[in-house]
């Protein structure tokens, strides 16, 4: 697998004890990719070997930037990572401001790019840095535990199920700052999940894992909409696309251009040229050879079928595309006896009337 200055590149194979990891894929050097897989399937160890924390045989480089090969291994104080673990590991004898800037030193000789000031107010910590971490919510402690590690200036940033010790209203607390890392600053993130509502909010690569291997390696919604992945066999499967919100209506409802096509969304909060998140479940599609004339439903958007896959006896799922040139995948999850009725075939052009849209995430 060849370098190159805008790709992280991992490809290990080792034992340890009784497991094997073979594992080779190339992630982008911008945004969040997310090791997705069930327990025990590798995310973790991939982490530690990319930090330099374990030993496996194989190449990892960084851009151009070659940490491990069979000739060399950069030990890991000579890595320039952020490692953010699943419980945040403050000092407790340390204040918010003194556990922020202790990753200084380690950062001697760096271009200090990643400000204090600016690291605060990304993760809206301004009002806790005189405090102690036993004062602190567990989604507080876990900003500060990613501000640590930003400030250490790292050219990647590592993050080991970040919101798995988080209750539900922690985790909604926090994942707004995660977006926020993702729009304002360029480091790579690499990010270890089984929560698949944490991929499609935050990811935009998706490295797919199962018994120590790499099962599949694509931008997001490619992966999500692949029919040879188990996405799809969930009862609340969806795509999720990339859009830019074009208008806010009076009456709250926001226009968002994706792909060329206009889909309408609740616009609480959203302003015009934001880029956000369109996420459409599957069953939330129905499809029509024509358009309707009158319906509740507001998204009744031109799409051309990909292709049919059978679910079990009675339904089917239907991969459309939004665009002409095949990109924008998702899916309608409707009965066998529709297809049959409709008799849908792949390449007809039809109708998907979306009956409602969410927002995965803003930017």
Same mark, same amino acid.
């Given at each position: 697998?060849?370098?190159?200055?805008?790709? /992280?590149?991992?490809?290990?194979?080792?034992?340890?004890?009784?497991?094997?990891?073979?594992?080779?894929?190339? #992630?982008?050097?911008?945004?969040? @990719?997310?090791?997705?897989?069930?327990?025990?399937?590798?995310? $973790?160890?991939?982490?530690?070997?990319?930090?330099?924390?374990?030993?496996?045989?194989?190449?990892?480089?960084?851009? @151009?930037?070659?940490?491990?090969?069979? *000739?060399?291994? *950069?030990?890991?104080?000579?890595?320039?990572?952020?490692?953010?673990?699943?419980?945040?590991?403050?000092?407790?004898?340390?204040?918010?401001? *003194? =556990?922020?800037?202790?990753?200084? !030193?380690? #950062?001697? &000789?760096?271009?200090?790019?990643?400000?204090?000031?600016?690291?605060?107010?990304?993760? &809206?910590?301004?009002?806790?840095?005189?405090?102690?971490?036993?004062?602190?919510?567990?989604?507080?402690?876990?900003?500060? %535990?990613?501000?640590?590690?930003?400030? %250490?200036?790292?050219?990647?940033?590592?993050?080991?199920?970040?919101?798995?010790?988080?209750?539900?209203?922690?985790?909604?607390?926090?994942?707004?700052?995660?977006?926020?890392?993702?729009? =304002?600053?360029?480091?790579?993130?690499?990010?270890?999940?089984?929560? /698949?509502?944490?991929?499609?909010?935050?990811?935009?690569?998706?490295?797919?894992?199962?018994?120590?291997?790499?099962?599949?390696?694509?931008?997001?919604?490619?992966?999500?909409?692949?029919?040879?992945?188990?996405?799809?066999?969930?009862? !609340?499967?969806?795509?999720?696309?990339?859009? $830019?919100?074009?208008?806010?209506?009076?009456?709250?409802?926001?226009?968002?251009?994706?792909?060329? $096509?206009?889909?309408?969304? /609740?616009?609480?909060?959203?302003?015009?040229?934001?880029?956000?998140?369109?996420?459409?479940?599957?069953? !939330?599609? %129905?499809?029509?050879?024509?358009?309707?004339?009158?319906?509740?439903?507001?998204?009744?958007?031109?799409?051309?079928?990909?292709?049919?896959?059978?679910?079990?006896?009675?339904?089917?799922?239907?991969?459309?595309?939004?665009? @002409?040139?095949?990109?924008?995948?998702?899916?309608?999850?409707?009965?066998?006896?529709?297809?049959?009725?409709?008799?849908?075939?792949?390449?007809? *052009?039809?109708?998907?009337?979306?009956?409602?849209?969410?927002?995965?995430?803003?930017?």
């Amino acid at each position: 697998m060849q370098t190159s200055a805008q790709s /992280i590149m991992v490809n290990l194979e080792g034992r340890l004890g009784s497991f094997m990891l073979d594992v080779a894929f190339q #992630a982008p050097m911008r945004g969040i @990719t997310a090791l997705f897989g069930p327990s025990g399937c590798g995310k $973790t160890t991939i982490l530690r070997s990319v930090a330099g924390l374990r030993h496996i045989p194989g190449a990892i480089a960084i851009g @151009t930037d070659v940490w491990q090969n069979s *000739r060399s291994f *950069r030990p890991p104080h000579e890595r320039p990572v952020g490692y953010v673990f699943q419980e945040p590991s403050l000092f407790p004898h340390l204040s918010v401001r *003194r =556990n922020l800037v202790y990753g200084r !030193d380690r #950062a001697a &000789g760096s271009s200090g790019a990643i400000r204090f000031d600016d690291v605060v107010d990304l993760l &809206g910590l301004s009002h806790l840095v005189d405090r102690d971490p036993a004062h602190l919510s567990g989604g507080e402690r876990q900003r500060v %535990s990613i501000g640590r590690a930003l400030l %250490s200036q790292p050219r990647l940033l590592l993050m080991d199920e970040p919101l798995s010790a988080l209750d539900r209203m922690a985790k909604d607390e926090i994942l707004p700052y995660f977006e926020a890392l993702h729009a =304002n600053l360029s480091i790579p993130v690499l990010l270890v999940t089984h929560d /698949i509502a944490e991929v499609e909010r935050l990811a935009d690569h998706l490295v797919v894992l199962k018994d120590g291997r790499v099962v599949h390696a694509s931008p997001l919604n490619e992966a999500l909409t692949d029919p040879n992945l188990p996405f799809g066999r969930s009862r !609340d499967f969806a795509a999720v696309l990339a859009g $830019t919100v074009t208008r806010v209506d009076p009456d709250g409802l926001a226009a968002i251009d994706v792909f060329g $096509t206009e889909i309408l969304a /609740i616009g609480d909060g959203l302003d015009v040229n934001q880029t956000v998140r369109v996420r459409i479940v599957a069953s !939330d599609v %129905s499809l029509a050879r024509d358009r309707a004339t009158q319906s509740s439903i507001l998204n009744l958007v031109p799409a051309r079928i990909v292709g049919i896959d059978p679910m079990g006896a009675a339904e089917a799922n239907v991969r459309l595309s939004l665009a @002409t040139d095949g990109s924008a995948h998702f899916v309608a999850r409707v009965s066998r006896r529709s297809v049959a009725s409709l008799d849908l075939r792949a390449d007809d *052009r039809v109708v998907a009337q979306i009956k409602s849209v969410s927002l995965a995430a803003t930017r």
